[in-house]
């Protein structure tokens, strides 16, 4: 296999895999101080029950699903301690047949297919060693509305097939041409046509794929080696593709998380916790305006029941250093009758050295609180000069 064409369409299918997982969680903190109410959660189970999201299993596949869910619940006999789980069904169980048409579809039925997830978590806590309690939660989220993608994505994707298909046509021409002249290849055509038994016919079909395969192979070495410039390009094309939607943007989320006694009976089941998440805005490649609209309800501590509206600005052109973002966030603690307002501004720059330079400040006000805001922040990059986005 040619190594740079393979890393390139690895570095497509990332970005793919990137954007369905997280294709309504736009909503970015510039700050670590942000109260981190704009940003939706990837797995609203997992965050209901404040597990790390680094554990979360994300299969692929239907078997992964399968062997996942069975070795976590010892083939279904047990509810599983400590578990998180998410899956997107249009991707696990179809993931084959969508077409980078559908993929590209701002259409709210193909939005709504491959936005679609369910993510579960399970946890335990134990005051006692007769007590135990186990949290289970289950969320969904996916998109309505997502955009329509970059132009400039669409123009990179454009030249892309190009070049793969000059390079297709270069690799089936040399398998052709090796095909013709190889003495392995005319013997096993020969000895075919002139086997006498269905079972030697099969062995000897075998072994002219197999070594069709092995001239494959070999083609794709002459051509990397006969082409560079091309292989460059394709490289250097792809590893700068960079997936975005502009546009309209709503999706929704939400998790409900119930409790468990162990020895307990259906009775004992209780509601702990909910949440959901309304994430809406507009897109650009220069700007973009991003509003949030989230309710939380808790019943084993009412202080937190309540609801949160947020608004971020960003202005970031591709071209500059300088970029900026302005937000405001109101929460209003229903049972607690208190609320809390936060307005800050972070100006960001990007530094020669593959580096980011972040400026927060603002004031946090309520019944209790009038603080102000600031911090700096420094963000650096390793391993190349990649731009920092």
Known sequence: MLPKVTRSVSLFMLAVLLTVSSAYSSLTDTAATTLNLLKPPNY???????????????????????????????????????????????????????????????????????TFSISAATSSESDTLDS?????????????????????????????????????????SRIVSLNKTDSTI???????????????????????????????????????????????TIDHVSSGLQLRRIGWKLGLSGAVALNAQRGGGLEDIAFHKAG??????????????????????????????????????????????????????YRWLTDANSYLLRLSATINYKLESNALISFTFGRELGPNSNKPIGSVNLALGFGGKRQIQ
């Open 44 to 114: 609203p189970a997992v965050f209901l029950l404040g597990l790390d999201p680094e554990s979360v299993e994300r299969p692929q596949e239907p078997m992964e699903l399968a062997i996942s869910i069975v070795n976590a619940t010892d083939t279904l006999r047990v509810l599983p301690r400590g578990y998180a789980l998410e899956f997107a069904p249009s991707w696990v169980f179809c993931g084959r047949n969508i077409s980078y048409e559908d993929f590209r579809s701002p259409r709210i039925g193909p939005t709504l297919f491959q």
């Open 132 to 172: 135990l309690t186990t949290s289970a939660a289950l969320g969904v989220r996916f998109s309505l509305m997502r955009g329509k993608m970059d132009p400039a994505f669409e123009n990179d994707m454009d030249s892309l097939g190009i070049l793969l298909g000059k390079l297709g046509t270069l690799i089936n």
């Open 186 to 232: 005319r013997a096993l055509d020969s000895l075919i046509l002139q086997a006498t038994t269905d079972k030697e016919e099969r062995r000897l079909i075998a072994l002219r794929k197999q070594r069709g395969r092995e001239l494959a192979q070999e083609a794709e070495k002459n051509v990397e080696k006969g082409k560079p410039d091309l292989i460059k």
């Open 276 to 329: 959901g998440w309304i994430n809406f805005g507009y897109e650009d490649r220069e700007w973009s305006a991003l509003g949030v609209l989230r309710y939380m309800m808790d019943s084993i501590d009412p202080d937190q029941t309540g609801v949160d509206i947020g608004i971020k600005g960003i202005s970031d052109k591709p071209e500059q250093r300088l970029s900026w973002s302005t937000e405001g966030v």
